[in-house]
């Protein structure tokens, strides 16, 4: 398992030697991402980009490309998930275990959000109670939560009263209370990473059948909200791809991005990684400090108006 994850830190390491000055912060035609009152990110999980975009499996995601954008050179940084995610709000690769129990003390969404007058949640699928920063607790995995190693979080009561389950997210879709920024997390039977309803065995298109049906569920109550729809971003992202897909580090992953302010139908082929739309999900909030390589990511502007 050491030899396994020097293995994975090495490959990672190459294909991230240049994401902190990818671009140099600009997209091809240096167009900026738009200002919004609401982020929303989802984030599915171990499917590569030709596994999803196109299959049939997945009927209602793929019916939400022709409504927004979709990034088809789009590469997770690294092998297992914990990474990615880690890449997604702090900008850096952190760990590769996905064991991993430590504090992590680097910049994060949490303290740029914070620091720029954001409020925040994390909407996490079997969360076991709000607050909560503990072990797995499956279908929960911590590891597909990031904002529970975050010494930002650890270490203030108010910023853990953050870490909620799901199910708050409706309430404050129909309250009008949705924070600016919302990180959205389905648990392990939701996301395509196990089989649906805990069975122990499954074809794949059983998996992404089930993550289908949940993102139809409650993507659908997203986009019909009037957060979404006076001010919303909202991107779907895979944390990796296949495990046998190396490819820049995580492999080719699916990349959807849907706004009002969003060009519809638009297929970017500039390659992108997660350090990307960290960038985008946090200048789209209006926060110009943004923490490790997102500093000197891509930006994602080209998929406006």
Excluded at 86 to 115: K, Y
């Amino acid at each position: 398992m050491r030899l396994w994850n020097l293995l994975l830190t090495v490959v990672m390491v190459a294909a991230c030697s240049g994401c902190g000055s990818l671009g140099i912060g600009n997209s091809p035609g240096s167009k900026l991402v738009p200002q919004f009152g609401h982020v929303f990110l989802v984030v599915e999980e171990n499917h590569s980009y030709s596994e999803v975009i196109g299959n049939a499996a997945m009927p209602y995601l793929n019916s939400l490309v022709s409504q927004g954008g979709l990034a088809t050179q789009y590469f997770a940084n690294a092998h297992p998930s914990i990474p990615n995610y880690f890449m997604l709000t702090t900008g850096q690769p952190v760990n590769t275990d996905d064991n991993f129990s430590g504090m992590v003390t680097d910049d994060n969404v949490v303290r740029e959000l914070v620091a720029g007058g954001k409020t925040w949640k994390s909407y996490a699928e079997s969360l076991p109670a709000p607050g909560y920063t503990g072990p797995d607790a499956p279908p929960y995995l911590k590891h597909h939560n990031p904002f529970a190693y975050f010494s930002d979080v650890l270490n203030s009561s108010a910023q853990a009263s953050n870490l909620v389950p799901f199910g708050q997210l409706l309430a404050d879709l129909t309250n009008n209370q949705v924070p600016n920024y919302s990180f959205i997390v389905p648990n392990t039977q939701d996301d395509a990473h196990d089989c649906p309803g805990g069975a122990s065995a499954c074809s794949d298109s059983q998996k992404l059948s089930a993550a289908d049906q949940w993102l139809q569920t409650n993507v659908g109550k997203i986009l019909q909200s009037s957060a979404f729809q006076t001010d919303g971003l909202l991107i779907i992202v895979f944390d990796e791809s296949d495990i046998s897909d190396l490819n820049h580090g995580g492999g080719h992953v699916a990349m959807i991005l849907l706004s009002p302010k969003a060009k519809a139908g638009f297929q970017s082929t500039t390659f992108y990684q997660h350090q990307s739309t960290l960038r985008a999900t946090l200048e789209a909030l209006g926060i110009a400090s943004l923490p490790g390589a997102a500093a000197g990511a891509t930006d994602m502007g080209e998929f406006f108006k």
